[in-house]
């Protein structure tokens, strides 16, 4: 018989790190370590929200997604890995960032919720583009005002980058695409999609008209034309317009709109949530498109 050529799996973390050369792992047994101040507190919104951002940084978590973040060139902070799963990241070229190890019990009392997908990383954020370099590149947009839940936020992004949208504009109120759960529900979809602000609010959106798009507000009022009846003009450079969960559009974005559209319902349905709409309205606009 011929030799078995497979490589034979690591004995341990440590033979992995030599083996690949990486940077040495530093064993962290201290929650208040401030080697980790990035991942303190991660289910506190209120206080990543004010951490983040200004400390230009976000937090990826689970091996897929921070290796889609780092594929789309954000340059790593650090990385954070339960102990036991540290072979994850043998294969990555970790550079300067260093690698932190710990057990799942200091992983949750540094978190503050048990960390099941065992990898965290921190990375640095990019300049945001302007809204007016999102539309120059675009052919189709969704602009969302006041879309604060982090869950409908990451699922949206998931939807646009699948279905045939180019960029997303966001008002000035709108939550932050790289905060952890957006990050995750998108399955790292916000790092291939380009956004912007959309700043003044709603004023900017005469921005959108000028570089050629139809604004198209999604509202269930009932002189919203059905949105299959668009013609082609309105399809073929269209920014879609919709508003947060349960509220919707505020008056003066819907005033701001070329026209308003809707999704027809049966059985007694006023609306979808806004993720599922975005969904079914971007796979509409987009289904005569060439594969």
Known sequence: ???????????????????????????ITDPDDDRIADYRALTDVELRTRWEPPHGLFIAEGELVLRRALRAGYPARSYLVDAKRIDQLADLDTGDAPVYAA???????????????????????????????????ARRVVILEDVNNHT???AIFRAVAALGVDAVLLSPSCADPLYRR???VSMGEVFAVPYAKLDPWPGALAEVREAGFT??????????VPIQSLDAAQRARSALLLGAEGAGLTRAAMDAADARVVIPMRRGVDSLNVAAAT?????????DDPW
Do not use: Y
């Open 1 to 27: 018989m011929g030799q078995n050529t497979t490589p034979s799996r690591p004995r341990s973390t440590r033979s992995a790190v030599r083996q690949n050369r990486r940077v040495p792992v530093h064993q």
């Open 103 to 137: 057990t799942q019990d200091v992983l949750q009392r540094a978190t503050g919720f048990h960390v099941h997908r065992g990898v965290l990383a921190s990375f640095h954020r990019r300049p945001l583009p302007t809204a007016a370099e999102v539309l120059a590149a």
């Open 152 to 154: 409908n936020l990451g």
């Open 182 to 184: 957006s990050v995750r």
């Open 215 to 224: 604004v198209l507000a999604m509202t269930p009022a009932p002189d919203a």
């Open 279 to 287: 969904a079914v309205a971007c796979w509409e606009l987009s289904r």
